[in-house]
């Protein structure tokens, strides 16, 4: 099925075109791995995972998926810096070297993040590969070195900037984001790795050395400039690298639009001469009370902190999965316990099938259902739509109640559409273990013993308390068994 999607650059809803023909080679701004991730960064790569998965399902295409790891930037830096106050020991020992603590902090934090993305069943197995920035640096100089050279960057006190003027000469800066030049600061430069449109400058592609930071040896143009790269420069090597330009679909939160996705396209541009990528792909925000879920707000949770209260990870992502991804995401503790109902209502329903075995029955016309699901998922991967049509569908049908080849077809489609959601179990269903207080199986007890007394006004009355504190005696000859009303 043809898939389309809305693109940041064209700012439409375009059919999706792939450079090669059944094949797409996807890349997604991944962590930075200098502290957990919270969840609204997991909503960004629930939507990259949303995103992939729906290509291979509907689109039928072989996707190859990239997710960068930024393990050199301005804050891992900060925080692996010799005597950071948020170094623990479970990270080892800090060494003199800069360079071994960085890689230590790094390592510590990607692996959680591995970790936390499998529990929310991101599709781990299906990464083409996860490029860590510092395994291409060489890659990084290269390209700045071209941009250099054709012009568009020069070097200041042994960083090397981005020229932006220079540029805006011969293309378009402000592909993805508008930005107001009336009041555009030419030759002011900007060192850090984020900063605001309002602050649209020359950007830093490459800083020189600091006094206790890792760096690596740069020769440009013949000079020595020590140190290391900026964070845009970072993507746009990584993607060359691994894919050659242009490739097919870029994603990101909308917050890296400016200035990481437009300096990028900048970079790209300018050092090979090509634009990046077709589509570009930007999953709105997740939001508490009003406001970004950001480190730097205060206002977030990790995924730990939500296990630790109790929720289940696969909730949070059916959760966000059922909202589109291009409207803001409100996350309230209600929002994820009535997720946690829906997606049980499904998975009921799907175990009502596995153990149904009528042969004769009602017949479902489910290559419709399954077309009508499909399409809206096709249609900028609209899942809230796609998921009011399967609740629509388990609304109207008894699953005990269908022909064996309806029963069949409707598991199939169940089965794709959990290739795509994956939060749904096909398995036996799990016997649910219910404690009976303690309360209640003493008075059944009793009970039991005034049956065996043939005091049958007693052990009535002792059933009546029981039913009316919420259970029931099934007896046999032999035993009884208490269940929960
Ligand atoms: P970072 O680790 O800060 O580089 O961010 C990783 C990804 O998370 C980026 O794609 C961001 O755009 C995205 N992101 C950050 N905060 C949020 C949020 N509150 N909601 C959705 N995406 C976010
Ligand atoms: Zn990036």
């Known amino acids: 099925m043809k898939i389309s999607v809305y693109n940041s650059l064209t700012k439409k809803v375009e059919e999706l075109v792939p450079v090669k023909e059944n094949e797409i080679k996807m890349y997604s701004c991944g962590p930075t791995v200098y502290n957990h991730a919270h969840i609204g960064n997991m909503r960004s790569f629930l939507f990259a995972d949303l995103v992939q998965r729906i290509l291979r399902v509907v689109g039928k295409y072989d996707v190859n998926w990239v997710m960068n790891i930024t393990d050199i930037d301005d804050k891992t830096i900060r925080d692996s810096a010799k005597n950071s106050p948020v170094w623990h020991s479970d990270m080892g020992e800090q060494t003199d070297e800069p360079k071994e ?19 929310l069943g991101i599709d781990v197995e299906h990464f083409y590969a996860l490029p860590c920035a510092t395994d291409f640096i060489d890659e990084m100089q290269e390209l700045i070195r071209n941009i250099y050279k054709n012009g568009y960057a020069y070097i200041s006190e042994g960083s090397v900037y981005f020229d932006v003027n220079k540029w805006r000469k011969d293309d378009v800066y402000g592909k993805l984001f508008k930005i107001d030049f009336d009041n555009f600061r030419a030759g002011a430069r900007v060192d850090s790795d984020e900063y605001e449109k309002e602050n ?11 006094e206790n930071e890792p760096f690596w040896d740069f020769e440009i143009d013949g000079k020595s400039c020590p140190g290391r790269p900026g964070w845009h420069i970072e993507c746009s090597a990584m993607e060359y690298e691994l894919f050659g330009l242009t490739f097919d679909i870029h994603t990101g939160g909308i917050d890296l639009k400016f200035p990481h996705h437009e300096d990028e396209i900048a970079q790209s541009k300018a050092g090979y001469g090509i634009e990046p990528t077709k589509y570009w792909l930007h999953n709105e925000f997740l939001e508490v009370e009003g406001e970004k879920m950001s480190k730097s707000a205060g206002n977030f949770f990790t995924l730990r902190d939500l296990e630790t209260k109790g929720l289940d990870p696969l909730d949070i992502r059916f959760s966000m999965l059922s909202a589109h991804y291009s409207t803001k995401f409100n996350f309230t503790f209600q929002g994820i316990e009535s997720s946690k109902k829906a997606r049980k209502r499904v998975q009921d329903f799907i175990y009502d099938l596995l153990e149904s075995d009528n042969m004769e029955g009602e017949l479902l016309d489910v290559e419709k259902v399954k077309n009508t699901i499909f399409e ?18 388990i609304n109207s049908t008894n699953p005990k109640a269908l022909a064996a080849n309806s029963r069949n077809e409707l598991l199939a489609l169940l089965n794709d559409l959990n290739h795509i959601f994956a939060v749904w179990d096909f398995g036996t269903r799990p016997v649910e273990i219910i404690d009976i207080p303690e309360e209640i199986t003493e008075l059944a007890a009793k009970r039991w013993q005034a049956k065996a007394d043939r005091n049958f006004q007693l052990a009535d009355e002792l059933r009546k308390e029981i039913d009316s504190k919420g259970y029931i005696i099934k007896d046999t000859k032999t035993e009884y068994e208490i269940i929960k009303k």
Not at 200 to 210: H, I, N, R, T
């Open 101 to 119: 603590n960085l890689k230590k902090l790094t390592e510590y934090y990607q692996d959680l993040f591995l970790e936390d993305i499998g529990k």
């Open 376 to 393: 809206e998922l096709s249609n900028d991967f609209h899942t809230p739509k796609a998921l009011a049509g399967l609740f629509g569908l």
């Open 200 to 210: 649209a400058s020359d950007f830093v592609l490459w800083k020189s050395m600091k």
